[in-house]
């Protein structure tokens, strides 16, 4: 079992940076694929950066050139700096994590957080 939590979400304006942790529970963290997803009001919940075992990173195209996913095992922390934030950003964030490779798909992942609120003011 997996206990995900989030934090770092908050009111910010278009331009600023926010940087997202992830602190999970659990011996398995570094055997873990983790990865970041969002969901705005009345939209499906869409990837946003993956960073596997192995520290492979993956992101969407929304988002690459500004957000980067990290992670320190020792910690059982993964990290998403987001710069150059953008109004569309707006949404929930969530920390997931899953046993396999590599996966753009929310269905494919094992445990999530609850989430934490991010908004950005143009």
Known sequence: QVQLVESGGGLVQAGDSLR??????????????????????????????????????????????????SRDNAKNTVYLQMNSLKPEDTAAYYCASRRGDYSGSYRLYDYWGQGTQVTVSS
């Not at 963290?29 to 939209?43: E, L, Y």
């Not at 950066?49 to 969407?60: D, L, N, V």
């Open 20 to 69: 997202l942790s992830c602190a999970a529970s659990g011996r398995s963290f570094s055997s873990h694929t983790m990865g970041w997803f969002r969901q705005a009001p009345g939209k499906e919940r869409e990837f946003v950066a993956s960073i596997t075992r192995g520290g492979g990173t993956y992101y969407a195209d929304s988002v690459k050139g500004r957000f980067t996913i």
